[in-house]
């Protein structure tokens, strides 16, 4: 890409699904963000245009500085996020909130099916691994664990790790812990279960399985 995209191009790529990245528009601008780098054409029929890693970079890029504390941060108006457990203004829960998890989970699955290369859905895609928190994440709430919320002790929390492609899940629970362990592993992750050696308090290391 030698220049930025044009303002319709712009508008493409910012209405572009948050999970899939799966963008319309005329096909000219599909052409041309194609011939940039910055979406492709699935070959496989309907022929829809994604996004590249290249397009999700401008599309997630933010005009100001990000906030000092990204350790729990809020979905933007109409932006899709999955609870990572501890934020202090959480989605409201009900109906609405599961339909919404279930169906960003649902289009998790179908960006796995087209961007892993044997278009397999039992392991993690390139998304996944380049949104570790959030991809482990919306497994758990899609399967119904229980996020924390503010400063409450009991639910999981999902935060980043000095490891490369790994996240830790807390959860006080024992028994809970035990389930989000089975949740993430039959979602393509691979899950080991340790001790913090000062509070001796258990975790989980997750990372996704590439093969």
């Known amino acids: 890409m030698t220049r930025p995209p044009t303002a ?14 799966r963008i319309r528009g005329t096909e000219a601008q599909l052409a041309a963000l194609v011939r940039h780098g910055l979406a492709f054409r699935h070959p496989r029929p309907p022929h829809d245009h994604f996004l590249t890693p290249a397009g999700h970079r401008i ?21 899709f996020a999955a609870r990572i457990g501890g934020e202090e203004d959480p989605p409201p829960a009900g109906p609405a909130r599961v339909r919404e998890v279930h169906s960003a989970w649902q289009g998790l699955l179908e960006l796995r099916r087209m961007t892993n290369p044997d278009g397999a859905t ?34 999981y929390r999902v935060r980043v790790t000095p490891q490369p492609e790994a996240v830790a899940v807390r959860e006080p629970d024992a028994v809970a812990l035990g389930a989000c362990a089975r949740t993430l592993e039959e979602a393509g992750w691979q899950v080991g279960e340790y001790t913090e050696p000062r509070t001796r308090d258990r975790y989980l290391l997750a990372s996704p399985r590439r093969v």
Do not use: K
């Open 122 to 155: 039992d392991r993690p895609c390139g998304w996944e691994r380049a949104h570790l928190v959030q991809a482990a994440a919306l497994a758990l709430e899609a399967a119904g664990h229980r996020p924390a919320t503010g400063a409450d002790t009991e639910g």
């Open 8 to 21: 319709a191009q712009r508008r493409v790529i910012d209405a572009a699904d948050p999970v899939t990245g």
């Open 59 to 79: 599309r997630e890029a933010e005009p100001e500085a990000p906030p000092p504390e990204p350790s729990a941060p809020s979905a933007a108006a109409g932006v």
